[in-house]
């Protein structure tokens, strides 16, 4: 039976380590659930472990905003106190309180 904890949580701000975007988490898988195309798009040097929490991120870069989906080794925190400007923020989160996006909604 796999036995995983995410490190980060719905709401909470991220980074990429390794390319300029953050977002904001929504969803997280326990370990990998996408496709094996998109996995194996992935150059192999750069590939993740699939047996790890992979993270939904509203997310956003210089020019766009779209939805990303990264494993919890590429993520970093970001407590920089800037707000996300994903235009689908409002439909899931509220405003920013302390660095955080609370739900619209309680989870099961």
Request: no cysteine.
């Amino acid at each position: 039976m796999l036995r995983t904890r995410a490190k980060y949580y719905l709401g909470q701000v991220v980074r990429h380590r390794k390319h300029p975007f953050r977002g904001v988490v929504f969803d997280v898988d326990p370990e990998f659930s996408n496709t094996e195309e998109w996995y194996q798009n992935i150059p192999e040097q750069s590939r993740p472990v699939r047996d790890q929490p992979f993270y939904h991120l509203l997310a956003e870069n210089d020019q766009s905003y779209y939805v990303a989906y990264v494993s919890e080794q590429n993520l970093v925190a970001d407590y920089s106190g800037e707000p996300v400007g994903h235009p689908d923020l409002d439909e899931m989160f509220g405003p920013m309180e302390d660095g955080v996006y609370p739900l619209h909604y309680n989870m099961n």
